[in-house]
Structure formats: structure tokens, C-alpha cells
Nanobody, 118 residues
Framework: QVQLVESGGGLVQPGGSLRLSCAVSGIIPSIYSMNWYRQAPGHPENQRERVATLTDSYTEYADSVKGRFTISRDNSKQTVYLQMNSLEPEDTATYFC??????????WGLGTQVNVSS
């Protein structure tokens, strides 16, 4: 089992920045990758967009956030971060942290809301 708790969402003006955090607990050595997804308002769960991925060997970003978002981790704090810069209204969404195990099972957090508006 892996437990994930997101935090750091809020209201920010266009052009601003936010840093999301994902506290990870449980069977951490079983985790292959950590990811951030987002679900835009009015969009169903099956249209969640994967925006960033972090493994031991690479990071990967969706084209929509490349150059603006950075995924990182602090192993001492068992926390994964998503630094979001140059935020746009189109970034408004609920952001979810996921952990994928080597057996390919995926755990989800409950999400944190990000609103980009003037």
C-alpha cells in the first residue's frame, strides 16, 4: 500500500507560481514512478492529463507544461513536488499525485485545487 497526500494548491494570478507537494508513505521501495495528473473543470475523470513523470532515470513533461513546470523529489522528506511557474488560466484544474509500482499498480491521492485567475 502507498498513501499520497497533496497540498499547496490555491488561487494565483496569471503569470504567478505555485509549488505543489505530495507526501508519500507506505511501501516506498515498490514505487517505480511518481506522476502528477490534472483534471480540468467540467472534464471527466477519464480525461485526466498526465503533466509530469519522475523515475530514477528520467523526467518527462506534457507539451502543455514543458519549460514551465518542474517535478522533483526530496527523499529525506518522502515528498514529491511540482513547481509551476508562468501559470496560465488554462492550468486551472485539480492536480493529483500518483505512484506507480513495479507491478504497474497505480495509487492516487485525493487532489489539490489550483485556480489561475485575475
Amino acid at each position: 500500500q502507498v498513501q499520497l497526500v497533496e497540498s499547496g494548491g490555491g488561487l494565483v494570478q496569471p503569470g504567478g507560481s505555485l509549488r505543489l507537494s505530495c507526501a508519500v508513505s507506505g511501501i516506498i521501495p515498490s514505487i517505480y514512478s511518481m506522476n502528477w495528473y490534472r483534471q480540468a473543470p467540467g472534464h471527466p475523470e477519464n480525461q485526466r492529463e498526465r503533466v509530469a513523470t519522475l523515475t530514477d532515470s528520467y523526467t518527462e513533461y506534457a507539451d502543455s507544461v514543458k519549460g514551465r513546470f518542474t517535478i522533483s523529489r526530496d527523499n529525506s522528506k518522502q515528498t514529491v513536488y511540482l513547481q509551476m511557474n508562468s501559470l496560465e488560466p488554462e492550468d486551472t484544474a485539480t492536480y493529483f499525485c500518483t505512484a506507480v509500482q513495479y507491478c504497474n499498480y497505480k495509487f492516487w491521492g485525493l487532489g489539490t485545487q489550483v485556480n489561475v485567475s485575475s
